[in-house]
């Protein structure tokens, strides 16, 4: 693909109630081992679409970290992106919120964020960088899994995420 081709990933809000309103809009009817399956496949090929960047894709199940779809969108990650992963998971599974969300409540500082939770040297555990989304199923309580982008800007992992969701939901509805 020349650089021409590639489709930009729209921009994120920055606006909290506009980012709660994202994640309200993804909630799924479902989520299975399948689910994962086809948004997972669904993501590497929108981020391949988006950026000639490599990028990882992790999903994973809330309660037991069980792993069920994990990728890089092309050659050149680095172990790194996994560390990146396993932070944003841990954010968003601690908070119940994206990671995009906890970033802009914030301001990005992540001073303040550590203070906040008297998270001290556990901090690192941590990472409110965008890219990090809660999967939700209708009617269920609670985080049922953790969506991750790595590797392209925090906005264009965080909103890839949403858009992929919001394509994958109306797909359902056709």
Not at 20 to 48: K, N, Q, S, Y
Not at 125 to 154: C, Q
Request: with cysteine; hydrophobic share 40%.
């Amino acid at each position: 693909m020349s650089q021409g081709d590639f489709v930009q990933i729209r921009s994120p809000p920055k606006d909290l109630d506009a980012i709660i309103a994202e994640e309200e809009r993804c909630v799924l009817p479902h989520f299975t081992a399948d689910t994962a399956w086809e948004l997972g496949t669904r993501l590497r090929d929108r981020l391949r679409r988006a950026s000639p960047n490599p990028a990882v894709v992790n999903i994973t199940l809330a309660n037991s970290a069980q792993l069920l779809f994990h990728c890089a969108t092309g050659r050149g990650t680095q172990a790194d992106n996994d560390t990146w992963v396993a932070r944003k998971r841990a954010a968003v599974l601690r908070w119940g919120r994206s990671t995009w969300f906890l970033h802009n409540k914030y301001a990005g500082n992540e001073d303040a964020f550590r203070a906040k939770f008297m998270l001290g040297e556990r901090a690192g555990e941590y990472a409110i960088h965008g890219g990090g989304f809660p999967v939700r199923v209708r009617d269920v309580e609670g985080v049922v899994g953790v969506i991750v982008v790595s590797g392209l800007t925090m906005q264009e992992d965080h909103e890839v995420i949403v858009e992929v969701l919001e394509e994958y939901l109306q797909s359902l509805k056709n």
